[in-house]
């Protein structure tokens, strides 16, 4: 079976358009049709249904798809196992982070990987981290650097990096400061602009004071902490954010009962073998830990 058919079959599911398959693999839309064919005919059963001028996977496609990512992925590795042999460290490495990592943690590692591995095609996509961990799970992607989380699948691997640090964040005009000291009553009744609900970073946040027996006021939602930093700064409400995220336009809420924070790290696959790219990534990264 040729694995061009097997591509075009992952490009079709994910994009659901052979137009688009065609520019991502760069060939023609027919050339897309007939590989799907071939692939239909081999397999002896349709893959796709249409509805309209979308293209959606069927039972059979459903049922061929993970299978049909395993085998590309074990090619991929194959090839990379084999280019390790040689010393050398080239290929591709396909990394996805949360956007608030990409901009604080990682562009120092990034620029150093650049200027040590010249010959590696970077892969770098942002997402939220709940999203990257179950990527990563699928084989998406190689490795993820996200806020890690609390219960994982024991299909990942997790290696801490970083141990973030939340606090309680104001405007310099929020009525809270007036106070000589904050207690969670007091915070329970000022509003809230958290990150959205079922995200690792919101769980950690509620986690503390739900068991406080606070209810939370939360008035506006967004998986986006520099958004939120820019909203508690014009005095829409407080926020629990990262103490690195602190300036001359915020300032921190002490309050006795809380202790807040998130590890920051790397996400594999547990049985995915690592490239060459990937392992040299990962000493980098490495060397940047705040717990060793």
Known sequence: MDTRNYLAFLSVAKLGSFSKA???????????????????????????DRAGHTILLNESGRALLPHAQRIIRDIEESKQIIANLSGSISGQLSLVTSHHIGLRR??????????EYADV??????????????????????????????????QLKLTPIWQDELCIAVANSHPLLKLNEV???DLSAHRAILPSRGTYTRSIIEGQLIQQQRLLD?????????????????GLGWS???RTMLGDDLCEIKIEELNMFR????????????????AA????????????
Not at 218 to 234: A, H, K, P, Q
Not at 281 to 288: D, N, V
């Open 183 to 185: 207690s969670l009553k």
């Open 106 to 115: 990682l562009p120092d590692t990034l620029q150093q990987f650049n200027r």
């Open 240 to 242: 629990a954010l990262p």
């Open 121 to 154: 095609k970077l892969d770098l996509a942002f997402m939220d981290s709940e999203d990257a961990c179950q990527r990563i799970e699928k084989g998406e992607f190689e490795m993820g650097v996200v806020t890690l989380p609390i219960k994982a699948s024991n």
């Open 22 to 48: 065609a520019n991502t693999l760069f060939i023609t839309q027919p050339a897309v049709s007939k590989r799907i064919a071939a692939l239909e005919q081999w397999i002896g059963h349709p893959l796709f």
């Open 218 to 234: 939360v008035v506006l939602e967004t998986n986006y902490l520099e958004t939120i930093r820019m909203m508690v700064s014009v």
């Open 263 to 278: 590890t920051l790290g790397l996400v594999q696959h547990a049985q995915r073998s690592v490239s060459g790219a990937s």
């Open 281 to 292: 990534f990962i000493r980098l990264l490495e060397e940047r830990s705040t717990l060793k």
